[in-house]
């Protein structure tokens, strides 16, 4: 089963604090993005690769395809002012009826197991998105004071890639247009259609680089999977 997949990668990243795209930071010599487009340009089930950029980013964006040899984006689109108005642009390209992924671009860590066991789900039910049990206590918070503690067995820390059938992120997201709906993930906009949404779970390294601390994490897992492969 095939699946193309959405990569919003038009943030500037300035909770990093880099002075540029954030995905132009390297990870081990290569850069953030490239991390993340390996991974999707060696899966066999990966038909296509959407961009949602910012023009400014486009001729180095270009220039890093080719000197890394990833041929699978099929489509530069704009960036919006916020990241679902960045996936809707790529989503109106998409004139197929599959699967579509929308993964962060800032998340180099997934794995093709999980991005297959995503995509299974989603052709079964429709609708499923990755994610994590909470490991830690969780506290509902008023005006700095602790109003109470949730049940943690309920609570899942949700991730991408996030999978669904497009016709129906279709319907979700012209819904969320018309209604001014603007959402956390991709999953809320198609919750409000009243679609169940499965989970499936995926592993504590698939992390989203959004400080500056989390290059150190970063770094800790490539070293980890460099010894893994041994």
């Given amino acids: ?8 990668a038009a943030g500037q990243g300035k909770r990093m604090g880099a002075g540029r795209n954030k995905l132009l930071l390297e990870l081990n010599g290569i850069p953030v993005l490239i991390h993340t487009l390996k991974v999707f340009e ?50 109106k390209t998409v004139n197929t009826n599959g699967i579509i992924l929308v993964h962060d671009a800032a998340r180099p860590f997934i794995q093709k197991r999980h991005i297959h066991r995503l995509t299974e ?30 049940e943690r067995s309920s609570l899942w820390a949700v ?7 497009i016709p129906l992120l ?11 709906f603007l959402g956390t993930d991709d999953s809320s906009l198609v919750e409000r259609l009243n679609h169940p949404v499965a989970i499936v779970e995926g592993d504590y390294d698939n992390i989203k680089l959004t400080t500056p601390e989390d290059l150190y994490f970063a770094e800790a897992i490539i070293k980890k999977r460099e010894g893994e492969f041994c």
Avoid at 1 to 6: A, D, E, G, P, S
Avoid at 123 to 136: L, N, Q, S, W, Y
Avoid at 159 to 165: D, M
């Fill in 1 to 8: 089963m095939t699946y193309q997949v959405i990569l919003p």
């Fill in 170 to 180: 279709r319907e979700a997201y012209e819904k969320a247009e018309r209604d001014q």
């Fill in 42 to 91: 060696e899966d066999e089930a990966c038909s296509g690769i959407i961009l949602a950029i910012h023009p400014q980013d486009e001729s180095e964006f270009k220039a890093l395809l080719k000197k890394y040899h990833v041929t699978k984006v099929i489509n530069f689109v704009p960036g919006g002012e916020e990241r679902q108005h960045s996936i809707y642009n790529a989503l």
């Fill in 159 to 165: 991730q991408t890639p996030q999978a669904f059938r």
């Fill in 121 to 150: 789900k989603a052709e079964a039910t429709g609708a499923a998105i990755i994610g994590v049990p909470a490991k830690d206590t969780m506290k509902q918070v008023q005006d700095g004071v602790v109003m109470a503690t949730v």
